[in-house]
């Protein structure tokens, strides 16, 4: 069994930063692609940036110059480094990652709990 966890949401004024971390364990042999997701209320659940397993990254143009998305593979984890939010950046969070449970797979996708961030003065 893998789990994702995640934390570092909160309650963040405009302008402000937040730093979400999400850490897997359980039965892992190699994690893929590692990615962050957002659903706004009402919304649908949107990719916000990944990074691939050899430190290539993509990023969302809402949040392009913003964000800033990194992994620490001996940690199996990934973080999101969010610099000037805006309102519109409110939504739960939810971190993704393809995960290989063996050598010979499969590879299954996972999903974090999720950790809401709210920008509001």
């Known amino acids: 069994q893998v789990q994702l966890v995640e934390s570092g949401g909160g309650l963040v004024q405009p302008g402000g930063s937040l730093r979400l971390s999400c850490a897997a364990s359980?039965?892992?042999?190699?994690?893929?692609?590692m990615a962050w997701y957002r659903e706004a209320p009402g919304g649908e659940r949107e990719p916000v940036a990944l990074v691939a397993s050899s430190g290539t990254t993509n990023y969302a143009d809402s949040v392009k110059g913003r964000f800033t998305i990194s992994r620490d593979n001996a940690k199996n984890s990934v973080y999101l480094q969010m610099n000037s939010l805006k309102p519109e950046d409110t939504a739960v969070y939810y971190c993704?990652?393809?995960?290989?449970?063996?050598?010979?797979?499969?590879?299954?996708?996972?999903w974090g709990q999720g950790t809401q961030v709210t920008v509001s003065s």
């Open positions: 359980g039965s892992i042999f190699s994690i893929n692609t």
């Open positions: 993704n990652a393809d995960i290989w449970g063996s050598s010979y797979g499969p590879l299954l996708d996972y």
